[in-house]
């Protein structure tokens, strides 16, 4: 069975997926780690940056990965991590804000959008995954089971990011996440904007649940409840 969560930057979908994850024992595809992990490899072990990201080929997507050996691995708690020759990149290296525009920027890129959706379907093969992505239910998995789409006001995600980010040492005002969050919104919004055209997509707004509340909904309401 495949289940995808997607959603705008701190919706909740990643906190979600991963709890979702853990309660039916399934595999956590984090969609978000794939693109983070090619940017982080494309930037410290290569010479482009992130003003190159939009011309780059399928061949030099091939060969950056080949070059770090980048592997995606389930771990058994419901948890992911990326390994690269040189070992486990550690999730604070993915998660600074270079890395969150790099990767933004990277998806605007179609070739390696196709590459990480070819990526993300093998990944899944016969497994029972949760999928957490921007367009996991409407482009890479058109076809899965349940296809949830999360949302929130801007003042709770501005809230939740600042509590994210402070959690890894990182602290923000709230027009500077604010800043943040406009930002990401709009560099995201051609793929936020694709939901709307779905008419089997289950959207969700979480402002007012907490992130137990939201699982059980999820689950009371439509997992479990057809299953």
């Known amino acids: 069975m ?19 994850a853990k309660r039916l024992i399934f595999d956590y595809l984090y969609s978000g780690f794939l693109y983070r992990s090619i940017a982080y490899a494309l930037l410290e072990h290569t010479n482009h940056t992130i003003n190159t990201f939009s011309t780059l080929s399928i ?35 993915l998660m600074t804000p270079l890395i969150d525009r790099a990767a933004s920027m ?19 093969h016969e497994r029972n995954v ?24 801007l003042d709770v995600r501005i809230q939740r990011y600042i509590k994210r980010q402070k959690k890894i040492g990182r602290m923000y005002t709230q027009e500077e996440a604010k800043k943040i969050i406009i930002e990401r919104d709009t560099r995201d919004g051609r793929w936020l904007s694709i ?33």
């Not at 495949?2 to 979702?20: R, W, Y």
């Not at 992130?211 to 057809?226: G, M, P, R």
Request: negative net charge; aromatic residues 6%.
């Open 59 to 93: 061949s030099d997507l091939d060969s950056v990965v080949e070059q770090v050996a980048l592997e995606y691995c389930f771990m058994a708690d419901g948890n992911c991590q990326i390994r690269i020759h040189d070992g486990v990149i550690q999730e604070d290296l």
């Open 106 to 124: 990277l998806g605007l890129n179609n070739n390696v959008r196709t590459i990480l959706t070819d990526v993300q379907r093998k990944l899944a």
């Open 2 to 20: 495949i289940i995808t969560i997607d959603g705008p930057v701190a919706s909740g979908k990643t906190t979600v997926g991963k709890l979702l």
């Open 195 to 227: 939901p709307n055209l779905s008419d089997n997509l289950i959207s969700i707004d979480t402002s007012n649940m907490t992130q137990d509340q939201l699982v059980d909904f999820i689950l009371n309401n439509y997992i479990t409840k057809h299953n």
């Open 130 to 153: 949760i999928v957490d992505g921007r367009d996991a239910g409407t482009i890479v998995f058109p076809h899965a089971e349940y296809k949830f789409f999360l949302t929130a006001s």
